[in-house]
T-cell receptor, first 109, second 110 residues
Framework: KNEVEQSPQNLTAQEGEFITINCSYSVGISALHWLQQHPGGGIVSLFMLSSGKKKHGRLIATINIQEKHSSLHITASHPRDSAVYIC???????????FGTGTSLTVIP | SQTIHQWPATLVQPVGSPLSLECTVEGTSNPNLYWYRQAAGRGLQLLFYSVGIGQISSEVPQNLSASRPQDRQFILSSKKLLLSDSGFYLCACQQGGGYTFGSGTRLTVV
């Protein structure tokens, strides 16, 4: 069993739809990151969360520490949002990260 | 803020050939540096991490090695590549609470 589970694995949406990607983890963490990986492979860090909620443009990330769960929301989705979204948790002890396998999002015009 | 330069972006190498992937960091000093690999259909897996020059810790036994000859340089190497070494390799840097990722290298071993 992976320490970090993401759902769904694949997601196809129509442009304009509201999108939610979920992440559950089973270890004690100090922070959770949401990452975006474009088809070329480059990874961009979207959010780092240790509690509550963060918003950046059309992206919203929430975390519930007690339930060990985080969600990434995209409002008014656009084809340029098409990418793989990866959840990564930083362990409470040490500096290691555990990564989810990613959610592949395709937004259709 | 720290930035990571990782190259090359893509690489095709024959089985048995050597490998050298380089990662350099700017904008910080004495960072923790990491090499991750993402095999097809799997999440990123930590290969090596380094807390200082010449200090390398390996998380999984494998055909690869890492070196840190300078504070802001982290190198991933292999003497003889295997087909199973194919994948996406990612360098990351951590300093304080900040964590920065390189752009990655897609390696195909043929």
């Amino acid at each position: 069993k992976n320490e970090v589970e993401q759902s769904p694995q694949n997601l196809t949406a129509q442009e304009g739809e509201f999108i939610t990607i979920n992440c559950s983890y089973s270890v004690g963490i100090s922070a959770l990151h949401w990452l975006q990986q474009h088809p070329g492979g480059g990874i961009v860090s979207l959010f780092m969360l240790s509690s509550g909620k963060k918003k950046h443009g059309r992206l919203i990330a929430t975390i519930n520490i007690q339930e060990k769960h985080s969600s990434l929301h995209i409002t008014a989705s656009h084809p340029r949002d098409s990418a793989v979204y990866i959840c990564a948790v930083r362990l409470r002890t040490g500096n290691q990260f555990y990564f989810g396998t990613g959610t592949s999002l395709t937004v259709i015009p | 803020s720290q930035t990571i330069h990782q190259w090359p972006a893509t690489l095709v190498q024959p089985v048995g050939s050597p490998l050298s992937l380089e990662c350099t960091v700017e904008g910080t000093s004495n960072p923790n540096l990491y090499w991750y690999r993402q095999a097809a259909g799997r999440g990123l897996q930590l290969l090596f991490y380094s807390v200082g020059i010449g200090q390398i810790s390996s998380e999984v036994p494998q055909n690869l090695s890492a070196s840190r000859p300078q504070d802001r340089q982290f190198i991933l190497s292999s003497k003889k590549l295997l087909l199973s070494d194919s994948g996406f390799y990612l360098c990351a840097c951590q300093q304080g609470g900040g964590y920065t990722f390189g752009s990655g290298t897609r390696l195909t071993v043929v």
